[in-house]
C-alpha cells in the first residue's frame, strides 16, 4: 500500500504543505495548500504569527482528507534561529519575535565581552550572525530578565508546532545548531556557555535527530482530522532539509536559493580553524550527524523588498526580463552589509549605497534588478573562492537547489563568474529533503544515499555553462 508523507515548508515569506509518495522508485510531488508568511508590528517588536500559521497547517491537513488522502506521517520545517518559550503551563510567555527585529543591536558584541568571539567559534563552529539564537536571547537577559526567569520550555518555531500537534517536546538537531548554543563537537547543548551567559539551561529540550518519530496527534487533533499520523522530525532547519535534497555533491558546492543564500559544502566533521572564522562560515547541523559547512549571504529577499516597493507592479519574472534589457548597467553593492537586513526602502538604500560609492545610481526598475543580480553573483563567486581556499581544492561543479534555481538569468551570471558548471534544480529542494527524511523513518527508503538516487531520478536539473547564451 501506498505511504503518504505531507511536508510541511514554511519560509520567511510563504508556507506550503506538499503530499509526496513513492511510485516505480520515484518520488512524487502534491502540492496541497499554500499560504503567505509575513513579519508584522506587535507593540515594539516584529514578530511572526504562529497562531496563524498553525491554523494553516491545519487547514492544509483537512484539504488532505478532502482529496481522500490519509497521510501516513507530517514533517515540518521552517526558517532558523527564531524561538517562544513557554510558562510551567505551558503557555506562550513570548510572542515569535522575528530575526529581523533590532533587538539584537549590539548584542553579539555584548555577548563577546563575556565569552570570546575566538571561543565562541571554536566551540560551536557557527557563523556571526546578528540574529543568532544567541544574541536573542541575551537581549532578553537585558531587557526581559523576569520573563526569562519563568521560562520552562525553549522551542524553536517547527518546534512549537510539532508540540501543538503531539503535547511533546523536543529540540531538533539542525535547527539547533543554528542557535550558537550547541557544542559542534559534543552535538549537545553548551551548558558551560549557557552558565556563562546566565541562561537557564533547564529550559532547553533533549536534542532528537532528523527521522525521529515524535509522536503521533493529540487525541483532539485526531478527533477533528478524523484520522491519526506519525508526527516525525525531518531537518527541522530548511536549509537541513534542502540539502538533503542536493542530487550530487561529489566535487559539488550547492546554493540553497531563496529568501536567503545558503552556500557551501556537505562535510562529515566541522571545520572550525581561524580561516573559517574570518571568512564566518558556520558548521550546521545535518542529517545523520553531517556537517554544512557553509555560508549565509544575503539572498533573493533583496528582489523580493524590490518587488514590493515598486508596488507589486512588476512579477518576478518582469524584473529578471527588465535587468536582461539593462544589460550595459554594472553598479554592483556588497549585499551582506547590514542595511539592506531591514531598510525602510530596499530600492532607496540600493540607489544611497551606489551614490556612496561613486557608482551609477540605478534609476529604472531594471537596472535595480540587475543590480541585485548581478551583486549576489558577485559574492557567490566571493564565497565559492573562500571555500575552496579553506579545502585547498577547486570545485568543478555548484547545484543551486531551492526556488530560486528558476532565475534562468541569475544561473547563468553564476555560471559566468566562477567558470563553473552551474546545475539547477530541484526546485521543491526543501520540501523534497523534507519527505525523503519521513520516508526514511517509515522503511520506505533505506538511507541518504538511496534518497539522492531516487531524487535524481525524479526531478530535472538544468545544466548552465561559462559563457553559453543565455536563452530565454
Known amino acids: 500500500m501506498t505511504k503518504y508523507s505531507l511536508a510541511v515548508d514554511i519560509g520567511a515569506s510563504s508556507g506550503r504543505l506538499i503530499l509526496g509518495f513513492l511510485e516505480n522508485g520515484q518520488l512524487n510531488l502534491e502540492e496541497i495548500h499554500r499560504f503567505e508568511n509575513k513579519i508584522v508590528l506587535k507593540g515594539q517588536h516584529y514578530c511572526w504569527e504562529v497562531d496563524t500559521l498553525f491554523a494553516e497547517i491545519k487547514e492544509g491537513i483537512k484539504k488532505c482528507t478532502e482529496k481522500g488522502i490519509t497521510p501516513d506521517s507530517i514533517g515540518i520545517d521552517t526558517w532558523a534561529v527564531d524561538f517562544v518559550l513557554l510558562d510551567k503551563n505551558d503557555e506562550l510567555l513570548t510572542d515569535a519575535v522575528a530575526y529581523r527585529d533590532a533587538r539584537t543591536d549590539g548584542m553579539m558584541e555584548e555577548v563577546f565581552n563575556i565569552f570570546s568571539k575566538e571561543r565562541l567559534y571554536l566551540e560551536t563552529g557557527i557563523q556571526f550572525q546578528k540574529f543568532n539564537t544567541i544574541y536573542q536571547l541575551y537581549s532578553m537577559k537585558l531587557s526581559q530578565p523576569e520573563v526569562l526567569e519563568k521560562a520552562k520550555s525553549f522551542l524553536m518555531i517547527p518546534e512549537y508546532f510539532n508540540y501543538l500537534l503531539t503535547g511533546k517536546k523536543a529540540n531538533e538537531y539542525t535547527n539547533a545548531t543554528s542557535t550558537q548554543l550547541v557544542n559542534a563537537f559534543t552535538k549537545k547543548w553548551d551548558t558551560v556557555l549557557l552558565d556563562k551567559l546566565g541562561i537557564n539551561k533547564e529550559m532547553f529540550q533533549d536534542i532528537k535527530m532528523p527521522k525521529t518519530v515524535l509522536g503521533e496527534l493529540t487525541e483532539e487533533l485526531e478527533a477533528e482530522f478524523g484520522f491519526n499520523m506519525k508526527v516525525i522530525l525531518p531537518a527541522t532547519h530548511d536549509t537541513g532539509s534542502a540539502v538533503i535534497a542536493v542530487p550530487e555533491l561529489e566535487d559539488t558546492i550547492y546554493i540553497s536559493s531563496g529568501t536567503w543564500s545558503l552556500i557551501g559544502v556537505e562535510n562529515h566533521f566541522p571545520i572550525c580553524i581561524t580561516k573559517a572564522l ?75 549605497y551606489c551614490h556612496e560609492n561613486n557608482q551609477q545610481i540605478p534609476e529604472t526598475p531594471g537596472e535595480v534588478a540587475k543590480c541585485v543580480f548581478d551583486s549576489l553573483a558577485l559574492s557567490y563567486q566571493q564565497a565559492i573562492g573562500e571555500i575552496e581556499e579553506i579545502y585547498e581544492k577547486e570545485f568543478p561543479n555548484i547545484n543551486v537547489i531551492g526556488g530560486g534555481c528558476q532565475n534562468e538569468m541569475l544561473n547563468q551570471l553564476i555560471a559566468d563568474v566562477t567558470k563553473k558548471n552551474v546545475y539547477a534544480g530541484p526546485v521543491e529542494a526543501t520540501a523534497i529533503g523534507n519527505l525523503v527524511a519521513q520516508l526514511m523513518a517509515l522503511g520506505e527508503i533505506e538511507d541518504i544515499n538511496e534518497a539522492r538516487t531516487i531524487i535524481k531520478d525524479s526531478f530535472e536539473v538544468k545544466k548552465y555553462t561559462h559563457n553559453q547564451a543565455y536563452v530565454k
Not at 302 to 327: G, T
Open 278 to 352: 574570518d571568512y564566518n562560515f558556520t558548521n550546521e547541523g545535518g542529517i545523520d550527524y553531517r556537517y554544512r559547512f557553509l555560508k549565509n549571504i544575503m539572498g533573493l529577499w533583496m528582489i523580493q523588498e524590490v518587488k514590493r516597493n515598486y508596488n507589486d507592479e512588476y512579477s518576478f519574472a518582469e524584473l529578471v526580463e527588465l535587468a536582461r534589457n539593462a544589460q550595459d548597467f554594472t553598479s554592483t553593492v556588497n549585499v551582506d552589509e547590514d542595511r539592506f537586513l531591514k531598510p525602510d526602502n530596499m530600492v532607496e538604500e540600493i540607489q544611497k
